[in-house]
């Protein structure tokens, strides 16, 4: 089991940047791991995973401007932002796919 934590959301202007960090209890070498992001209301919706040697997949919405990465030895799970916008408002998560390993999310709001 793994547990996570989420940090580095806020409040960004359009066309700004974030970069969040996921912080996991263990190991994460041989997990596939997903950002998620849900609003109030709405189904949480995966928008980034990665896993493998270097296997990575977006949401089609985010494409081009998310990057998902990983440091093992910091057990850490980052999604950088650019270009975002007011319809990425959310509460970003991350768990092992196929898991709810949910931490307390970070909020990330895009808003001028």
């Known amino acids: 089991q793994q547990q996570f934590a989420e940090s580095g959301g806020g409040l960004v202007q359009p066309g700004g940047s974030l970069r969040l960090s996921c912080l996991a209890s263990?190991?994460?070498?041989?997990?596939?791991i997903g950002w998620y992001r849900q609003v109030p209301g709405i189904r949480r919706e995966e928008v980034a995973r990665?896993?493998?040697?270097?296997?990575?997949w977006y949401e089609e919405s985010v494409k081009g401007r998310f990057a998902i990465s990983r440091d093992f030895a910091k057990r850490t799970v980052y999604l950088q932002m650019n270009n975002l916008k007011p319809e990425d408002t959310a509460v970003y998560y991350c768990?092992?796919?196929?898991?709810?390993?949910w931490g307390q999310g970070t909020q990330v709001t895009v808003s001028s």
């Open positions: 263990g190991d994460i070498s041989s997990d596939l």
């Open positions: 990665v896993g493998g040697r270097a296997f990575t």
């Open positions: 768990s092992r796919i196929g898991f709810a390993e």
